[in-house]
């Protein structure tokens, strides 16, 4: 009997009341709760916006005009395009053919992708000297930040694919080499390449420094003709997604 | 031991998970305020404020994005062939496609390869992945063959410019911070044709390695690029020749 009351009293110490017990398992619920809180606080602290905390004030500005900039574009091309689906949405109920817009777009895209050629104003940069596929790169790039429209190195329109690569004297794009002499040509507002371009510690500035046995010069031009790329083609491996 | 072994027989079930949670919570409110550290130590009046307006600026971007891909689409849809049209439209509208795939305003699929490119563990300003490793390896996969390019999404084009800004990078306008997701469609053999290329391997032994930069890739069967959805137009050019 006693080992049994003994036995007992362990079962009663150890085993909780159902108050104890309700209390031990909103316990370990709301900890639960709160480690669920917090784990999804993590994951969502990580996965938010990563970088633009570590940016500086100068940075955000930075990004703040680039960003203002870029969704004007965008709205404008919004605007171009509603325009484009009322044209074609009012030819189609009149019973026309959509030729006129068909073509319209068409060229529009094909100077647009360098398929055919474009006039109008823009830069041209002198390059004389040695200078590596870097450099002539780093002057392509900040074109197209700056809002270059169209860009040719010696003659050979620049799309997307093309790259000028090689060393200071063995420089080539599109299997043609460019030697120590050649221009680079850009369609778009002079006064904005010529800007940023030239201003104090930007590309020209650097990849002078990089390359200072070369001249770079850039001048304004009223109009000029870029050529269609020779990349005619239509891709091998890269097919439409359905 | 005899003691300790009692008392941890003593505990139950309830007890014994109780403390394992409470142990976890620990660990979670400790890297909770270690990753707030640095923004708390960062955040000054005026930030605050430039941070909210990036956001909105960006959130506002994507849904714009969203739209002109959606224009795109209903607009090619009104354009669609009517199966009664003449010969010379039919042209015309396969003309259109063409142009369109080449000029990247369609979302592509093909074999190629994706890299992921990180910064260095180590801190140093050097092991920054910059604008110029990732246009450096751009480049490299389109001498190798790769036909169509994107960048954590973003499309490249023949007007892509891959800017830095601070320790992240600026993609057709777009805000993208690392680690960088570099897809390129092309030939099955894309990636074995850069390993072979002599420049490929200088930035790898020059730049990436001796930086602890980290740069992973996957061939991929298939790769899926989405269309670039900027802005596509002329503003200082006209098409064509002078009159």
Redesign the interface.
């Known amino acids: 009997m006693t080992s049994r009351g003994a036995a007992g009293e362990a079962g009663v110490t150890r085993r909780p009341t159902d108050a104890s017990s309700l209390r031990s398992r909103l316990s370990v619920a709301a900890v639960a709760t709160l480690l669920g809180i917090l784990t999804i606080g993590q994951l969502r602290g990580q996965a938010g916006v990563p970088g633009l905390s570590a940016l500086s004030a100068t940075e955000l500005t930075q990004l703040i005009a680039n960003l203002t900039t870029g969704n004007d574009q965008l709205r404008t091309e919004i605007g171009e395009l509603q325009r484009q689906e009322a044209d074609i949405s009012s030819t189609k109920q009149r019973g026309e053919t959509t030729v006129d817009n068909l073509t319209a777009d068409l060229e529009r895209i094909r100077a647009w992708a360098g398929i055919t050629a474009v006039t109008g104003q823009g830069i041209v940069i002198s390059v004389q000297g040695p200078i590596g596929g870097d450099g002539v790169e780093d002057l392509l790039n900040e074109l197209r930040n700056a809002g270059a429209e169209a860009i040719a190195v010696a003659g050979v329109r620049v799309v997307g694919g093309v790259v000028v690569a090689g060393t200071p004297g063995g420089l080539s794009v599109e299997n043609q080499a460019l030697g120590d002499a050649f221009e680079i040509r850009a369609i778009g507002s002079p006064q904005i390449l010529t800007g940023t371009l030239t201003r104090t510690g930007g590309v020209i500035a650097q990849v002078g420094a990089a390359y200072p046995a070369t001249r770079l010069t850039v001048a304004p031009i009223e109009s000029m003709t870029l050529p269609a790329t020779e990349r005619t083609g239509p891709p091998t491996y890269a097919r439409p997604s359905l | 031991m005899t003691a300790v072994r009692a008392w941890l027989r ?1 505990l ?1 079930s ?2 014994v ?2 403390a394992g ?2 142990l ?2 620990g660990f ?2 400790a ?2 305020i270690a ?2 550290g ?2 708390v130590r ?3 009046e ?2 605050a404020p ?2 909210d ?3 909105t ?2 959130t ?2 994507e849904s ?2 969203a ?2 891909l959606a ?2 689409q ?2 090619g849809e ?2 669609a062939l ?1 199966p009664d ?2 010969a ?2 039919r042209r ?2 396969a ?18 390869v994706a890299f992921r490119f990180e910064d260095g563990a180590n801190g140093s300003v050097d092991a920054l992945v910059t ?2 490793d990732v ?2 390896l751009i ?1 490299e996969l ?2 190798a063959g ?3 390019i994107a960048v954590n999404g973003e499309r ?8 830095d ?4 990078l ?1 993609v ?4 993208l ?2 680690p960088y997701e570099i897809k390129a ?4 053999d894309l990636y074995g044709r850069l390993q072979g290329s002599v ?1 490929f391997a200088q930035f790898v032994h020059g730049r990436i390695e001796p930086a602890g930069l980290r740069l992973s890739v996957a061939e991929l069967q298939q790769a ?2 989405p269309a670039f959805a ?13 009159q």
Not at chain 2, 156 to 163: Q, T, Y
Not at chain 2, 172 to 175: G, Q, T, V
Not at chain 2, 230 to 242: A, C, E, M, S, W
């Open positions: 003593g139950s309830v007890q998970t109780f949670a409470l976890v919570l979670l409110v890297a909770q990753a707030e640095p923004r960062y955040s000054t005026e930030r430039l941070i307006t990036a956001l600026l960006q506002q971007q714009l994005k739209a002109i224009l795109r209903r607009i009104l354009e009517d049209a003449a010379s439209l015309l509208y003309d259109l496609e063409a142009a369109r795939l080449k000029a990247g305003l369609t979302a592509v699929s093909g074999p190629g604008a110029r246009r450096i480049e389109w001498l790769a036909e169509a490249l084009v023949g007007s892509s410019a891959v800017i800004i601070g320790g992240s600026l057709n306008s777009a805000y911070a690392p469609v092309g030939p099955p420049a899926d690029l900027g802005t596509v137009g002329l503003r200082f050019g006209k098409p064509g020749q002078p």
